[in-house]
């Protein structure tokens, strides 16, 4: 996921994603108009950074009428004017915002307007260090040092941080006031960690919730008196699959037990190495994180249901860090064609994979969405299992796959596959540590209906004529029971090239239970460029009108039609 959003929903902001794409800013657009308040929310939920080229009053009735978790209250939101001549630090100023709207605006030639006190007078902001560092101190200790900086107007910068020694605070050996590395702060000493050397081990119970290890985190940030967010999060190999450490820390890194039963912790559990095989998880993922000489800086602390440890390393962590990446397959639904009708969660999971798996068609549809191509793993139609089976293999190796299908993923698709291979191979112990998560889409049926008015507003159902796995006695018993039961059907794979007298054989059976003008809709393509939809009724359908890119929704006997629309009722009195 890229760091920051940009929110330029006019033609003329987008020169301002221009000036920021040239000056190597690595960020995502939102160019959908009339949504900026969807693109600054489902942003802040992701824990992205925002910058917004619109008026500041929008953000501000935007953040007033929002209930953010108190977790995205200080996410960095800069307001640019769609000129770029000013970058306006709203949000979470010390948390990045400040730099952030100093490095917007210089690529645009504009200039910041930075509203918080210490950066107006030393030219810094010592709570928002630069990336790769963390402040060691509670706001109580931050505020206390930063009145006595701004009063004395001096400070002892020998052990200070470069990029303190680069600001303008006044150097001086003699000064009551310290900035320095590595040690506790305390009212006359502010101190700063490397974050790059700080390693977050954690172990949980089998459907723990994302709070319990939250508060946990808490707990630890308030003993150590410094921000975990920058740090790196380790856990043991079976717990790839656990929701709440997907929640917490999507990047996070995995040992097997035989890899944390090696470190000398200093409170094993036998409990956990019996439940295990390892007696210890939080303390030994983080000390295997932090790697050799590593100090454990925060022991194990608990709650009912999770266990969180802290390591430092000696010197900082490089990005190639030990352990495996999570096992993450996300079987997605594009919805039945155009971007606006993709989901959020879809789209997000798409531009985090780093493969993605599907039939070529779905896979090029994608890459209109997501941008940027992928590593594509492309499949004929048909395939199916091997698709699926490729999807596992390749997302149990640590990485974070896409399998991509239309409409829903559930609905006559790849999802169950995948859950059947699980089923049927429990030996295969890397498909079962994989996470695996179904994304919703709008399924055909839904979408078509829609066009037409609200023809699924009473019982529905859906079947598929496809008899390529289904023996077609079976799907005509459904067609009949239905029929009979007066549903409402929507029709799947109505027809190819090799199947063409299955339709036919359905309307048969449905006209005798059902009058000649009931009303039927048909869509050729729904929400793709050529779309075609069609109000008609049953004994004027045309199954020569039909192909498998339609489908077909037959209404009860008693839906209706009016204009060029059709609904079916659901008994409601109205007057
Ligand atoms: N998972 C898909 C269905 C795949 S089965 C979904 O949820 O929509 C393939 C069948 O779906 C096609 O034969 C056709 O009947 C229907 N279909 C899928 N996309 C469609 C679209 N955009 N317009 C009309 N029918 C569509």
Known sequence: MKKFRLICPTPTSVFIADKLLLSGLDFEKWERPNSIRQGLLTALNRGQSVVAVCALGIIVRVLSDAKLPAKTAQTPIICITENGKFAIPVLGGHNGANRLAQIVAASTDGQAIVTTASDQSFDI???????????????RQFSNFMQALLEEGRANLNEAPQWVKDSSIPHNEAAKLKISVDERSTDNNLTFVQTSRLA???GCERGCSASDIYALLVEAEQALKLSLDDAIFGSIDIKQDEGALVEIAPEMRFFTAEELAQKKVPNPSDIVLKEVGTPSVAEASALALAGKDATLILPKIKNQRATLAVAKSKSPMSSDFPGRGRSHLSIVGLGPGSEDLCSEQAWSALIQSTKWVGYSLYLDQAEQFAGEARQRLDFKLGDEEARCRAALDAASKGKR????????????????????LLARHPERSEWQQTFVETLPGITAMSA??????????????????????????????????????DFVIGFYNPKSRTRNWQLPRAIEILARNRPDD??????????????????????????????????????????????????????YKLS
């Open 125 to 139: 902001a010592l709570d928002d260090p630069p990336d790769g560092w963390a402040m060691v101190a509670d706001p």
């Open 200 to 202: 977050v081990g954690i």
């Open 448 to 485: 078509l209906a829609a066009k037409v008015g609200a023809p699924l507003g009473h019982d529905f159902c859906a079947i598929s004529l496809s008899d390529l796995n289904t023996p077609w006695e079976v799907i005509e018993k459904k067609v009949k029971a239905a029929a009979e039961s």
């Open 518 to 571: 009931c009303p039927v809709a048909f869509g050729r393509n729904v929400a793709r460029a050529d779309e075609n939809i069609t109000l008609t009724t049953l004994s004027d359908l045309n199954p020569d009108d039909i192909d498998m890119f339609t489908c077909v929704i037959v209404g009860a006997s008693f839906t209706q039609r009016h204009k060029n629309f059709m609904f079916t009722p659901r008994g």
């Open 401 to 420: 796959v896409a399998l991509i299908c239309s409409g829903d993923p559930q609905v006559y698709a790849m999802a169950q596959v995948v859950y059947e």
